[in-house]
């Protein structure tokens, strides 16, 4: 074989490599620019909630045609598990008064709710009502990352609670199991920030429930953070329940007050 001919066959042999690393690069182009659904979702958790046990006070304002109609203060302790990274919440009622120092506990999927008065703890649902449109499962801290698989719907944009324009990822959140809040959830995030924006929340019998906008975002716990969640009816759109977060601190949570046993022997701070 002569030197020009094997130089000939050699360029044809570099060209045909170089083609097959583009069609290979083209091919594995889409892969790496869809991101995960679950990383987005765990990244907008890692937003809402902070990685260090903490403490909170969430305003719940239940409005009726634009009428304030009933509202209620409770404070938060959370901390998440060493193992599996789910949040346990310690919830104790603040107003009214006739609700004072009464004690909501989730520990896993377990929640109980404790009156003092009584002294008796009784389990209780995620998904029953505690305050207009809040439920239960809607006051204490939750990593969902943990308690639904995410897949990637669409990108798109949406208008969020201030009627702004936000370009967002769209999760479809598929339940766990059966003892989370909701069966199926809707989740906007924010492409640039993995703020949440908008949630859409269905029962077993995919029944719209709610839709929530999450809004005020401010520096808290050294992060940017929504302070406000505004949550709409599913069938009335006048029926609204307004939860506001305040008084954030970093705090310990000791592990007794995490335990069902320790209840009735919870003294507030």
Not at 73 to 84: H, R, V
Not at 118 to 131: D, Y
């Amino acid at each position: 074989m002569s030197e020009r001919l094997m130089m000939k066959n050699w360029n044809s042999l570099k060209r045909a490599r170089a083609g097959l690393m583009l069609l290979g690069l083209v091919a594995l182009a889409p892969a790496l620019a869809t991101p995960n659904a679950q990383d987005i979702l765990a990244a907008s958790d890692a937003v809402r909630n902070p990685a260090r046990p903490f403490g909170l006070t969430t305003h719940l304002v239940e409005y009726r045609n634009g009428k304030e109609t009933a509202n209620m203060s409770l404070a938060i302790y959370a901390k998440a598990e060493a193992s599996g990274g789910q949040f346990r919440n310690l919830v104790r009622f603040v107003a009214p008064v006739r609700d004072a120092n009464k004690l909501m506990l989730k520990t896993g999927n377990d929640l109980w709710f404790y009156d003092p008065s009584s002294k008796a703890s009784i389990r209780m649902s995620p998904q029953q009502r505690l305050l207009g449109q809040a439920a239960n499962g809607d006051v204490v801290t939750v990593n969902l990352s943990l308690d639904y698989q995410a897949k990637l719907a669409a990108e798109e944009d949406i208008q969020d609670g201030d009627r702004k324009q936000r370009h967002c990822y769209k999760l479809a959140l598929a339940a766990s199991s059966p003892d989370v809040t909701y069966h199926r959830i809707e989740l906007w995030i924010d492409t640039s920030s993995n703020q949440p924006v908008k949630g859409k929340y269905y029962s077993e019998s995919d029944r719209l429930l709610k839709t929530a906008y999450y809004r005020k975002v401010e520096k808290q716990l050294g992060a940017d953070r929504p302070t406000e969640t505004v949550i709409i009816d599913g069938l009335d759109p006048n029926w609204v329940t307004v939860m506001r977060y305040a008084d954030w601190v970093w705090r310990d949570v000791p592990d007794a007050w995490l335990q069902r046993d320790y209840l009735p022997r919870f003294k507030a701070e």
